[in-house]
Nanobody, 127 residues
């Protein structure tokens, strides 16, 4: 089992920056990927970013098109602590952001295939 705890959410003005953190504990040695998803009011939870956490692929990242070039995912150790640096924030980035973990060796952005989830942290971008 893996436990995930997010932090760093808040309210920022459009164009500003925010850094989210996710601390993982438990059997983190099983994790192959860590990721971030977000859910805006009335919308489905969607993929934002992912980072490889296996020995061979640690540090490799993926981003959804809408955040490419603005968001950067990183980790002190991708199996234990990951970050999402969000720059040039837009009002449409407003959502609850969830940290997620995946123990399958193959990568997928389909949230139904991710096994572990944090409680979420609210990000609000004002215009």
């Amino acid at each position: 089992q893996v436990q995930l705890v997010e932090s760093g959410g808040g309210v920022v003005q459009a164009g500003g920056s925010l850094r989210l953190s996710c601390a993982a504990s438990g059997r983190t040695d099983s994790l192959q990927f860590m990721g971030w998803f977000r859910q805006a009011p009335g919308k489905e939870r969607e993929f934002v970013s992912a980072i490889g956490s296996s020995a061979g692929g640690a540090g490799a990242t993926w981003y959804t098109d809408s955040v490419q070039g603005r968001f950067t995912m990183s980790g002190d150790n991708p199996k234990n602590t990951v970050y999402l640096q969000m720059n040039s924030l837009k009002p449409e980035d407003t959502a609850i952001y969830y940290c997620a973990g995946r123990d399958q060796w193959w990568y997928s952005a389909n949230l139904g295939t991710w096994s572990y989830w944090g409680q979420g942290t609210q990000v609000t971008v004002s215009s």
